[in-house]
């Protein structure tokens, strides 16, 4: 079984029992208990198991890509040394909100692993937490495992999300893979490599309290997870992850971009194995989202690539290898994760300038550690030195001792690590003295300081404000904190507002304005006047045309969300939205292509509802309140206790905290200018409002009105047109036709004089593919024929050939040419009577047709 039939066997599976199959979520979690990346198939349904959000669903499976590069679950240590762990990775896993619970998934995990994917049963150990006899019980009772290969053990096998608050025993899953593989005994006492573990049902059913006790949860719930790739390492019966279908793939990208073998030497195949790997967890973290930064995820992803390019440069290689590892990784796992496919330029692009970067570090470190390493004395490299390559170029510490050792010098690492805390100490106490050195540290300082900035903009244009803070972004930009403005900051799709900041000693132009932390706006300016200065007064005031602009897109984006729930159904879910000045972009989930029909009648539906004029209302309320009134919301989203609520005339009432019109009729026209698929059951429109559909129509216009000055006929006649000039041009084509065929029975007559024995073989270069067609059934038609072959070099370029045989020739056009199109190169047709056929090589025409010769039989 592959990686493709695993994921397709176990969605099925639990959807044939009463399961929503959910799509994988982003690698950058949203819960503000999450981890800095999703690490478990859960994370998504931690809002529902919290009892934070209701399901919408009482049971769901999903297959849920996961990376494990930070806190308690990080396996980069172990990469590639052992034979399970990966830091990217993907984990199967079903779910019950409060529906089903051990009697049912116990022996569901059973039938699956060993009735549909093929696990031997009699190989099969299990572990339940030592207090969990209704466990055991349903194993060895229900399922009938037998006693002694079901172990109890302690808190191995006791989930804990915190502290306090859900937590429940859990039945690890685990496979015998044989003595060769270490100690017997079982999971519990037996060796790691010998018992592997790759399914764990957790059954949340106990809320700790802070004293400790354990409570019954009110409603219990089932999260269970089992790694994909340690599946199917069982399953294929390879001795390692990364000898499975979908990670092999990945190694043998390494090998080529290194040119380097496995099973030749054990740090090589570790090195190997590290870039098969990281090529997986940096295309999914690019793909997703994160960047190379030095700061948060951005810093992880950064150490990911250059740990494999510093992988690479340890076995000698001095050309790029990340974009070969980008490729294999869309490659291979493309199909199940299309947005791989989608964003794949893109992430090339970020992957292979953040190596370029990192390898013209190495180089220069490379330069200046060979001049040191001639200088050192005692065949020692001082730490400082060490440090300064690091320090200064960027230059690891593991690729320095790996060069010192090859020319016989040891590294003082601890003269490194006593330079490397010094340096930290430095630092610290240079954050003490200024905000502009670390921009994040500067953010949360004007939040504790200051608190949230409150924004004024939606009941005035222009606010008195005092500057906060200035921090230089760059040599042309800087960043203003106020405490009060009318700028919205970019949020919930909507762009953020542009305009103007002014004190008296100078002014700034606003190019954006986001969010820094959340709740502490942040606007990107550039300095045209004078100078601007923390504490000064400041006039702020926003480019109204612009937000009146973004304003009537925003509030169309949710009239033409209940227009197309109207049209398409209930199931279309908001998937993301762009609310610019110029246009609106809006995603949504539909199973199938909008036809033409469909968007005249969405359009048509939100037109109605502008030209009433109804009035919008936008107001803040509790979250129930907004739910009593029907206030739309979406999985995904994140709402506090108050709430922003939409309700835009007497249909459209949703959750929003953006800006928008008073009244309906301020939207003008609405437009779709496009329509189309961004992945799979996921639609985009693409809209314009106001003024932008006027400017839409008049371009078009113009359009229509330049082709019909080009046919010489009125705009309201570009029809009667086009339709003239098709035809005339069939007319044209028609006698070009009848003209080919004519030339092609005169130069008939030459060729027939050159048959031998009723067979006529030629070539003619510079004949156009269908004139050759044509010539050969005119020579064929030609009295005393029977059979013609013809060759040549057409003017497109490549090799055409035509075969045409009479039809008491006995003989066959197509295995007259089929020789022939295997030497040139190609391939062809197989018609009895009449073969086309083509090829590459025209240096080989002239023995094709000898070829030809042979095949009917005058050679």
């Known amino acids: 079984m592959n990686a493709s039939e695993l994921r397709r066997a176990f969605t099925s599976f639990f959807e044939e029992r009463g399961h929503t199959t959910v799509g994988s979520a982003g690698l950058i979690p949203h819960h503000p208990t999450a981890p800095m990346f999703t690490n478990s198939g859960m994370m998504q349904f931690v809002p529902y198991f919290l009892g934070e959000e209701a399901p919408p669903w009482r049971r769901a499976d999903s297959i849920q890509k996961c990376v494990r590069l930070s806190g308690k679950h990080n396996d980069i240590d172990e990469l590639g040394r052992t034979r399970r762990h990966l830091t990217f990775f993907e984990m199967l896993g079903n779910f019950s909100f409060g529906d089903y619970f051990k009697a049912e998934a116990i022996p569901w995990a059973w039938e699956l692993v060993t009735e549909v994917v093929g696990f031997d049963g009699d190989r099969i150990w299990v572990t339940v937490h030592e207090s969990d006899d209704e466990a055991e019980a349903i194993w060895h009772e229900a399922v009938g495992l037998p006693l002694e290969r079901i172990q109890r053990m302690g808190k191995e096998n006791f989930w804990e999300m915190g502290e306090s608050g859900p937590c429940g025993p859990c039945s690890e899953i685990h496979l015998d893979c044989g003595p060769e593989w270490g100690e017997g005994g079982g999971p519990a006492v037996g060796g790691g490599d010998r018992y592997i573990e790759f399914w764990n049902l957790v059954f949340t059913q106990y809320d700790r309290q802070p004293d400790g006790t354990l409570l019954d949860l009110p409603r219990r719930n089932v999260d269970t997870g089992g790694g994909l790739e340690r599946w199917l390492m069982l399953l294929q019966g390879v001795r390692s992850a990364f000898d499975t279908d979908v990670m092999r793939h990945m ?115 490379s330069s200046i550690l060979d001049d040191e390493l001639v200088r050192a004395s005692g065949g020692v490299l001082p730490g400082a030195t060490a440090f300064k390559l690091h320090d200064t170029f960027g230059f690891p510490l593991e690729v320095t001792q790996e060069v010192a050792g090859e020319r016989g010098v040891e590294v003082d690492v601890a003269g490194f690590d006593a330079a490397m805390a010094e340096q930290r100490a430095r630092a610290k106490e240079a954050r003490k003295e200024t905000d502009a050195s670390a921009p994040v540290d500067a953010y949360r300082e004007l939040l504790e300081q200051f608190g949230t900035t409150e924004f004024t903009g939606r009941e005035e244009h222009e606010s008195k404000a005092r500057l906060l803070a200035v921090i230089p972004r760059d040599e042309a930009t800087v960043e203003l904190f106020l405490d009060r403005t009318p700028f919205y900051a970019e949020a919930g799709g909507q762009v953020g507002d542009t305009g103007t900041i002014a004190t008296d000693t100078g002014r700034a132009q606003v190019l954006d304005t986001t969010y820094a932390l959340p709740g502490l706006h942040r606007h990107t300016a550039r300095v045209v006047e004078g100078e601007v200065r923390p504490g000064q007064a400041a006039l702020a005031g926003i480019d109204v045309e612009r937000r009146q602009a973004i304003r009537r897109n925003h509030t169309g984006t949710h009239i033409l969300h209940w227009a197309l729930r109207q049209i398409l159904g209930e199931h279309v879910k908001q998937q993301g939205s762009l609310v610019a000045p110029d246009y609106l972009r809006f995603d949504f989930s539909h199973y199938a292509a909008v036809t033409p029909e469909e968007l005249a009648a969405i359009e048509d539906l939100a037109n109605r509802e502008v030209l009433a004029n109804d009035r919008v209302r936008h107001y803040e309320t509790t979250r129930q309140q907004a739910a009593e009134v029907g206030a739309v919301a979406f999985f995904g989203d994140k709402y506090g206790d108050v709430v922003r609520v939409l309700e835009a005339g007497r249909h459209s009432v ?109 070539r003619r270069d510079g004949v156009s593919r269908d004139d050759l067609r044509d010539l050969a059934v005119a020579v064929r038609d030609r009295p005393g024929i029977r059979a013609v072959v013809l060759g040549g070099a057409p003017p497109g370029g490549g090799v055409a050939l035509v075969a045409a045989v009479t039809p008491d020739s006995g003989l066959v056009a197509s295995e007259l040419i089929a020789g022939p199109a295997r030497t040139v190169g190609g391939g062809g047709g197989r018609a009895p009577d009449l073969a086309v056929a083509g090829g590459r090589h025209v240096e080989r025409i002239d023995d094709a047709l000898a070829e030809a010769r042979a095949a009917a039989g005058v050679a």
């Open 251 to 365: 190694v043998d990208a390494a090998q080529s971009a290194t040119g380097r073998s496995t099973g030749r030497d054990a740090q090589v195949d570790v090195a190997l194995r590290i870039l098969a790997d990281h090529g997986r967890t940096m295309t999914f973290l690019v793909s997703d989202g994160v960047f190379p930064s030095n700061e948060d995820r951005g810093y992880v992803l950064r150490r990911i690539i250059r740990r494999a390019v510093r992988h690479a440069f340890l076995l000698g290689v001095d050309k790029p290898v990340t974009p070969r590892l980008v490729e294999a990784t869309v490659e291979v796992m493309g199909d199940a994760y299309p947005e791989l496919v989608d964003n794949r330029d893109f992430v090339l692009g970020v992957v292979a300038r953040e190596e370029e970067r990192f390898r013209s570090t190495l180089r220069a470190g």
């Open 654 to 762: 949703e959750l929003c905290g953006g800006t928008h019109v008073g009244a309906l009729g301020e939207i003008g026209p609405i437009r779709i200018v496009s329509e189309g698929s961004i992945g799979a059951n996921q639609r985009r429109i693409v809209a314009t409002t106001g003024t932008g559909t006027l400017q839409e129509a008049r371009r078009e216009h113009e359009e229509l009105v330049r082709a019909a000055a080009l046919l010489a006929v009125p705009p309201d006649e570009l029809t009667t047109g086009l339709e003239r000039l098709r035809d005339e041009l069939k007319v044209l084509r028609d006698e070009a036709r009848t003209a080919r065929r004519e030339a092609a029975r005169a130069a008939a007559a030459a060729l027939v004089a050159d048959a031998v024995g009723g067979v006529v073989v030629a």
